[in-house]
């Protein structure tokens, strides 16, 4: 039995749909636990003070990991992983047992310096949580064990990517939340919010647990050394810097609007962060699962200099993508307040924190398909080698999000017509608190243009992308609005026929509403020709494994 459930579990995925379908849907799975653990920090503290220490405590851990981390991860060691397992397995498992110990020598190094700095940095950026210190200090350095196991994890998952090996990476996400909902669920009630950060942990080392298996088994399970050839891991750190950098700015700029939201009412970190949390489930289902199951296939074509067939393919992805996402937005947008009181109304969770939290996911859901491309785009980039150009995006994106998350602040505080039309667009009119609208607006603000930027450097490289591209936005988009408009207008009509205030009066209403205007959305598709539906209806009526294959689809 368990051997069957190895192998299972070590299945190798080939194809892009096929792998990004699997992705799709167990990161699925892991959104809606994602989502049963968000419901739960709902239900027990509301958009409160104790809830926005829990996500400060998070800001230096979740640093050093996209800073430190990120010099190993997928996207940078994927290339050099495939071109010597390739070559000579053996002399791969030294490159591997290499660059793992000069790994873990940094991110151990690093984390227990931020552990003696934690005190002072907590003070200069939460100067307002005075009293609080001490717990955030706290809580931060339990926190600090997370870049660590994720660190790991994330440099086993380049290996199992290579050996296309998704089911086992798709796994990792799960267990993670799976590990939180334990700490929120049996060590809280004990421990108080301790218990929910030592969930935390527990969750980091199931993610990376299941990743050790199938590497084993592979002879590639690094060990540490004590002699490291740093000239060796000189072309890594090479590559990885611009991506770190990158990764660090749109992380210095999530950092700024948390301890801007922590100078603004009680539980604006909260309702920022379950707001963008909702936001991401869509992004990581669509976006992620579509960026992580082309960059094989990218590098791959990269490697073999089939440029045409890299722009294809491109070209196929970005349409999926859109196809995929442009929907969703409407459907989040119009149908934002059933989300959030289906999700998150119960317990301590109050009607200004639906409200408030309703208004935001709109703000973000704006975003959402920039997002998921510039996720594809960057990953392109990374398939080339060529990280210099999304660094210098990213920083200057990350700036725009820094002062225009600053300055929407400002302009709220002290202009009456601005802050009078933001409210009345957001429905939020009488409710207070609506300055944290401000935070997703400028975050919004600057994925939107990095995005923009993105497009056009890669219209630059790949003349044609956006010609082949527009058609599949232009119908999808037609097809989204008017999906919005029955959905809005199928919601006015079920306002007086369930009862509001109810949960199964909610949901009820949402979800007709959802699945008419979807029905609507189709058949607008269908009526303008759509290939990207054709295919989809196609490949429903296979099994997963059996899919057929749009595109190129090498062998490794």
């Known amino acids: 039995m368990v051997k069957r459930i190895f ?227 000189r072309q890594v750190l090479i590559l990885s810097l611009p991506r770190t950098i990158t990764i660090s700015s749109n992380e210095i700029a999530e950092l700024f609007i948390i301890s801007l939201a922590s100078i603004l009412s009680a539980g604006s970190i909260s309702i920022f962060s379950l707001s963008f949390n909702l936001q991401s489930v869509p992004l990581s289902i669509i976006g992620v699962s579509y960026a992580l199951a082309a960059f094989p296939i990218l590098t791959k074509l990269f490697t073999n200099k089939e440029e045409t067939k890299f722009a294809e393919h491109m070209i196929m992805v970005s349409k999926h993508i859109i196809f995929w996402a442009m929907p969703v937005t409407i459907l989040f947008i119009v149908l934002r307040a059933q989300i959030v009181r289906v999700l998150f109304g119960t317990g301590n969770f109050g009607w200004t924190d639906t409200r408030l939290t309703a208004a935001a996911l709109a703000i973000f859901a704006v975003a959402l398909v920039p997002q998921a491309l510039t996720m594809l785009f960057v990953r392109a980039y990374y398939s080339r080698g060529d990280t210099w150009k999304p660094l210098a995006m990213n920083i200057f994106s990350a700036l725009i999000i820094i002062v225009s998350s600053f300055g929407f602040v400002k302009l709220y505080g002290y202009w009456d017509a601005f802050r009078y039309f933001i409210e009345s667009l957001m429905k939020v009119v009488d409710v207070p608190g609506g300055a944290v609208l401000m935070l997703p607006l400028g975050y919004s603000l600057g994925t939107i243009v990095n995005t923009i930027l993105h497009w056009i450097a890669f219209e630059i490289d790949f003349r044609g992308f956006s010609r082949a591209v527009f058609g599949t936005f232009f119908q999808t988009f037609v097809s989204s609005v008017l999906m919005g408009f029955a959905s809005y207008n199928i919601l006015n009509i079920l306002g007086s026929v369930f009862n509001l205030n109810t949960f199964t009066g909610i949901f009820a209403q949402g979800f007709i509403a959802g699945i008419v205007g979807i029905g609507v959305g189709i058949f607008a598709l269908l009526l303008l020709g759509n290939i990207e539906v054709k295919e989809i209806w196609k490949a429903l009526h296979r099994r997963i494994w059996g899919v057929e294959i749009i595109g190129p689809d090498p062998k490794l």
């Open 7 to 233: 192998k299972v579990f070590s299945r190798e995925i080939s194809g892009l749909h096929q792998a990004a379908y699997l992705l799709a849907f167990f990161s699925f799975l892991s959104q809606i636990l994602a989502l049963v653990r968000d419901r739960l920090f709902a239900a027990s503290f509301g958009a409160s003070h104790t809830l926005d220490l829990y996500y400060a405590a998070f800001r230096i851990p979740d640093f050093i990991y996209v800073s430190v981390a990120s010099m190993v991860s997928i996207s940078v060691l994927i290339p050099f992983f495939m071109e010597r397992i390739e070559k000579d397995k053996a002399e791969a498992k030294k490159y591997i047992d290499n660059l793992f110990s000069a790994f873990f020598l940094i991110i151990t190094s690093v984390s227990i310096i931020a552990y003696i700095l934690t005190p002072a940095l907590i003070r200069l950026m939460y100067p307002q949580f005075t009293v609080d210190h001490e717990i955030i200090i706290t809580l931060t350095r339990i926190l600090l064990l997370s870049p660590i196991l994720l660190g790991i994890s994330n440099f086993l998952a380049s290996i199992t990517q290579i050996f296309r090996r998704f089911f086992i990476y798709a796994l990792s996400p799960i267990l993670y939340n799976i590990g939180i909902i334990c700490g929120v669920i049996f060590l809280y009630p004990t421990l108080g919010i301790k218990g929910v950060v030592f969930g935390v942990i527990l969750g980091g080392l199931l993610h990376v647990g299941v990743q050790v298996p199938f590497v084993v088994s592979r002879g590639f399970f690094p060990r540490i050394i004590f002699r490291i050839n740093w000239r060796s891991i």
